[in-house]
């Protein structure tokens, strides 16, 4: 399903961080999520995959 739609501690989970590192991307912009509710936030697949793709380092670009 390529639009799958995380929660928090999911996108915690598969990136190996915090939820409070995970909430502080959310805070700064960097990565985008809809608001659900007062304090829930969802992150759709595609937004994280292009997280990755922002943030990786040109080392790891090479070692495909």
Known sequence: MPNQILTIEEVAK???????TVYRWISSGRLPAAK????????FEKDLINFLRRNMTKSSRRKK
């Open 14 to 20: 598969i990136m190996k961080v915090s939820l409070k």
């Open 36 to 43: 659900v509710g007062y304090k829930t936030y969802r992150v």
